[in-house]
């Protein structure tokens, strides 16, 4: 168990519907990730925080995608007028900064599956 | 694009084998390479890292080369196990000091009991 959970774990949508997914982090880490994986593929950055400010967007969140980490706790991430192709896993993963000593080693939650009918 | 990628994508080692899974990186700025593990229906898991002042790197079972003369990386697994049954991802940070990890696509080991 990595200490990050998120929820919903599935959710089936119709298209055009508005989905928000919300992840908890491990509680003494600061920053926190989303990422996107499709079948097959290997996990895609979309947005990272550390503590509440969001300081990276990568070009896959469209306006229609927006995460918020009000508290520096928790994060939403929310999907507007959902599309077919917004279908797959939405990883989120938190960890510490260590200064100049920063690691690869995110700490990833199991993840919310979207199917979008 | 992509800045890693693996060679493989799938690999099939009988258990007690050695495994060996390949990745090559086109940037020669890349400093800093991380190697993942995910399970089926479950997130990726840190494995090891290594840092290009290093040619290897030794974990527990696990080694990591690295061979910056021809961009290549690679993750060996000793005594393979049926619990070493995943996917598993090099990757490489995108940003300066912000591990924004760009992951490859991934190499499925099958371990045959």
């Known amino acids: 168990d990595t200490g990050v959970s998120q929820d919903p774990r599935h959710k089936i949508t119709k298209r055009g519907q508005n989905v928000t997914f919300r992840c908890d982090p491990i509680?003494?880490?600061?920053?926190l990730y989303w990422y996107r994986q499709t079948l097959g593929q290997g996990p895609e950055f979309l947005t990272y925080f550390q503590n509440e400010a969001q300081l990276e967007k990568s070009r896959l969140l469209s306006d229609r995608f927006s995460a918020e980490r009000p508290k520096g706790s928790f994060s939403t991430l929310e999907i507007q007028r959902t599309e077919q192709g917004d279908s797959a896993m939405y990883l989120c993963?938190?960890?510490?900064?260590?200064?100049?000593?920063?690691?690869?080693?995110?700490?990833f939650g199991e993840g919310s599956r979207l199917t979008v009918l | 694009g992509e800045s890693v990628g693996l060679h493989l994508p799938t690999l099939s080692v009988q258990e007690g084998d050695n495994s060996i899974i390949n990745c090559a990186y086109s940037n020669s700025a890349s400093d800093y390479f991380i190697w993942y593990k995910q399970e089926s229906g479950k997130g990726p898991q840190f494995i090891i890292d290594?840092?290009?002042?290093?040619d290897k790197r030794q974990g527990q079972r696990v080694t990591v080369l690295l061979n910056k003369t021809v961009k290549h990386l690679s993750l060996q697994i000793a005594a393979t196990q049926p619990g070493d049954s995943a996917v598993y991802f090099c990757a490489d940070p995108s940003g300066a000091g912000s591990y924004q990890l760009t992951f490859g696509k991934g190499t499925k080991l099958s371990v045959i009991p």
């Open positions: 509680s003494e880490h600061n920053r």
């Open positions: 290594i840092r290009s002042n290093m």
């Open positions: 993963a938190s960890s510490l900064a260590f200064g100049a000593q920063n690691t690869g080693e995110l700490f």
